[in-house]
């Protein structure tokens, strides 16, 4: 019953300064903005996810609850979200998985810039039965908007979003056997560790295991990024003039693939960028 991912959700202090920062990083501009419940709202809409910043704004129970966060973890990802068409039966999917969804909820926004607006239905799992990992499942009514390239070789989309886990067993029943997210490669190397990647629409979830790294069995986390990009060379040169600290341009583990490191202004994320193998649209 997913059919993608439809958002990740970025913690930031400064909404200002990160969306200036992910403007520079995918040459796009904004799609959507908006305020309330607590918090500031940037979104960055590519061809098959959003990401979305979220800064808190305000007094109140939500916004002291995004403080805490970031004083307790500081920036980076906080959650990510499912899209689902049927969110009646997604939810009542996850009852079943004793996932313990919360009940349904309506939401809407409107874009602070065209006055547009969006409506939703989500639910979301108690974190501690999804392994302390916030997930989020989410049926809308329509697209949104997407955002609007401002140079050339700008990112193109998500290619995969990294969680990582001490207990690879476990995960990989929660996001395969569980959540229905189709296991396209289980591989494990003695100086990577464990790789897991499940397809979701058209990018991966990839689940990581490194043992020793974690000693929790009970958390999983999530970890980073990995952008896509149609040339990485020119965007390479772009972002160098642009002033974004990058590494330099290597060969990818996948075959046939390059990429390159993004080591500031992402918001405390860990963040790739990637040109895929000829003919491989991930």
Request: glycine fraction near 8%; charge should be negative; hydrophobic fraction near 40%.
């Given at each position: 019953m997913i059919t993608g991912l439809d958002h990740v959700v970025v913690l930031t202090g400064d909404i200002k300064a990160a969306s200036s920062a992910y403007q520079a990083l995918f040459a796009r501009a904004p799609a959507w903005q908006y305020g309330g419940g607590g918090a500031d709202r940037?979104?960055?809409?590519?061809?098959?996810?959003?990401?979305?910043?979220?800064?808190?704004?305000?007094?109140?129970?939500?916004?002291?609850?995004?403080?805490?966060?970031?004083?307790?973890?500081?920036?980076?990802?906080?959650?990510?979200?499912?899209?689902?068409?049927?969110?009646?039966?997604?939810?009542?999917?996850?009852?079943?998985?004793?996932?313990?969804?919360?009940?349904?909820?309506?939401?809407?926004?409107?874009?602070?810039?065209?006055?547009?607006?969006?409506?939703?239905?989500?639910?979301r799992t108690a974190t501690e039965a999804s392994r302390g990992v916030r997930l989020f499942f989410l049926e809308r009514d329509k697209e949104r908007p997407l955002s609007v390239r401002t140079s050339t070789a700008a990112i193109t989309a998500l290619d995969h979003v990294v969680i990582s886990t001490s207990d690879p067993e476990r995960a990989a029943a929660l996001y395969g056997a569980r959540l229905g997210l189709d296991m396209a490669l289980d591989r494990s190397h003695p100086d990577w560790g464990r790789l897991m990647f499940f397809r979701c629409g058209d990018l991966i979830v990839e689940v990581t295991h490194r043992p020793g790294?974690?000693?929790d069995t009970t958390q999983d986390k999530l970890y980073g990024l990995c952008w896509r990009v149609a040339d990485i060379d020119a965007t390479h040169a772009r972002l160098v003039q642009a002033g974004v600290d990058v590494s330099e341009i290597r060969t990818g583990r996948k075959p046939g693939t390059r990429v390159m490191t993004v080591r500031k202004g992402t918001c405390g994320v860990p963040t790739l960028l990637v040109q895929p193998s000829a003919g491989q649209g991930e």
């Open positions: 940037v979104l960055f809409t590519l061809d098959n996810t959003t990401l979305e910043l979220v800064a808190p704004n305000g007094e109140g129970m939500d916004a002291d609850r995004i403080r805490a966060v970031l004083d307790a973890q500081g920036e980076g990802l906080a959650s990510i979200c499912f899209r689902t068409g049927d969110i009646a039966n997604m939810h009542r999917r996850l009852e079943r998985l004793t996932l313990k969804p919360e009940a349904i909820a309506e939401v809407e926004s409107r874009d602070a810039i065209s006055g547009a607006a969006l409506s939703w239905k989500r639910t790294k974690h000693a």
